[in-house]
């Protein structure tokens, strides 16, 4: 039985971590950290857990089921609801908010900073440019993404890396003085468990599990179980690393505390601290390589998006009239900025995550009931209900009040534990659960 040997492991290691971090992974530890303060240990194993331990999971979940991609996984509930989720999915960590994200980290981080008081009509220009470079490459596929991938990432990489160094070699400040903030303050491990949500890389892996999947086929594995465990030991490689990286950042946030405000994003916070470390030269050479990994980054979403839908839809449209389609809709949404990307994709990723995260516990438990199509669509069914719940709590104030929907999530806050933290899902997917198993079993004793 064939495995593969330390080297290959480490270079499919390398191709999922390339994948699943970009520049976009940064600002959301950076703003923990800031916003955790003394806290941030609480908040970063939560975070670690979402941020890492469910992508892990979710590409494990993949190599283990022989699926054949996402569409076929979330098929074994039903057809219908494969189809809506799959499209759900995709379009969120494509056109509806990790791309246009793309876009506006690199101007939060690279061009805000070197244009004080820049107008929206800064935003929407360099949006444009960088959407316009975006559809260039995503329309010629070609050796632009692998010399990006072996020459700008590593660029990048080592500059955080010396940032990160001199950030911990002269602390601003001590991370025990930096006051928590917020709901840290008071449930920094469940803040943080829900803050890993906005990296979308739980979401990702089930999108992108099945190029790890490939690409160690590719590489003459091809046993069900040598696969799973090659693409589990790459996971770990992979999840290792950005814990690292995730953990480290977060202290540079909270430590930036003692000589910088808490600021408005996690963008905005990397730009103040490269800037206080290395001036200006600092603050270019971030920019530069921010803009370049996330234009990397959009690249490989539009492409991937792009080739799923033709997939998905095979006498729809063709390969570029839905790249074209992504990038424009990228571009409007890319023009509400930073900080409304964030507030508008929380709803959908607190919609989202309760489903990827019990599809991906199915998947991975499956064989304790023959992966019986009953016990997912109950189970799923009640996670549903509860993360639409939790989709409602998330909306912004104004639209939650225009709705009338303050007195339903507090009579719900009351009833169902764990709501108010985020969390409304965990009961009724257990109940599912269950439900879905009784009636399994009683399936079974009709049938003996």
């Not at 470390?277 to 492409?303: N, P, Q, R, S």
């Not at 509400?336 to 507030?343: H, P, S, V």
């Not at 508008?344 to 489903?355: D, E, G, I």
């Not at 991975?364 to 009953?374: E, M, N, S």
Request: charge should be positive; aromatic fraction near 10%.
């Amino acid at each position: 039985m064939k495995t593969l040997k330390l080297r290959q492991v480490l270079l499919v290691a390398s191709m999922l971590f390339g994948m699943f971090f970009g520049a976009g992974n940064l600002i959301f530890p950076a703003s923990m950290g800031q916003l955790a303060g003394g806290n941030l240990w609480q908040a970063s194993a939560g975070f670690l857990i979402t941020g890492v331990g469910l992508p892990l999971l979710g590409v494990a979940a993949l190599g283990i089921s022989r699926a054949e991609g996402l569409l076929e996984l979330s098929s074994r509930v039903s057809r219908g609801y494969g189809l809506f989720f799959t499209c759900l999915l995709y379009l969120t960590i494509g056109p509806f908010f990790a791309i246009p994200r793309c876009a506006t980290v690199s101007y939060t981080v690279g061009v805000q900073p070197l244009v004080p008081g820049a107008q929206p009509w800064v935003l929407a220009v360099f949006s444009l440019a960088f959407f316009g470079a975006v559809l260039f490459f995503s329309l010629r596929p070609g050796q632009i993404l692998t010399w990006i991938g072996k020459v700008l990432n590593p660029l990048f990489l080592c500059f955080l890396a010396a940032l990160l160094v001199r950030a911990l070699i002269s602390p601003m400040g001590a991370v025990s003085a930096a006051e928590p903030a917020g709901s840290y303050a008071t449930a920094a491990f469940a803040t943080g468990l829900l803050e890993g949500y906005n990296t979308m890389d739980a979401l990702a892996s089930l999108a992108f599990g099945i190029i790890v999947v490939n690409t160690i086929r590719s590489l003459g594995v091809s046993e069900p179980g040598a696969v799973a465990r090659s693409t589990v030991g790459a996971g770990v490689f992979s999840s290792l690393l950005m814990a690292l990286i995730y953990l480290l950042v977060t202290v540079a946030g909270a430590q930036s505390r003692g000589l910088l405000p808490i600021a408005p994003n996690g963008g905005e916070a990397l730009a103040q601290i490269a800037r206080h470390y290395f001036g200006g030269a600092g603050a270019v050479i971030l920019a530069v390589t921010v803009t370049v990994a996330c234009l990397k980054t959009a690249v490989g979403l539009i492409t991937s998006c792009g080739e799923t839908f033709v997939k998905l839809f095979p006498g729809g449209p063709s390969y570029r009239v839905w790249a074209v389609g992504f990038c424009v809709l990228s571009f409007l949404i890319a023009n509400l900025g930073l900080d409304a990307i964030i507030a508008y994709s929380l709803p959908v990723l607190m919609f989202l995550y309760p489903l990827s995260i019990v599809l991906i516990l199915l998947t991975l438990a499956g064989g304790l009931f023959g992966h019986d199509p009953v016990v997912l669509r109950w189970t799923i069914g009640f996670t549903a209900v509860a993360a639409l719940v939790d989709f409602a709590r998330a909306l912004p104030e104004a639209t939650r009040a225009a709705l009338r929907l303050d007195g339903f999530l507090a009579a719900v806050d009351g009833a169902l534990p764990l709501a108010a933290q985020g969390f409304g899902w965990v009961i009724p997917a257990a109940l599912g659960l269950v439900i879905g198993l009784a009636l399994r079993a009683a399936a079974a004793r009709k049938t003996a």
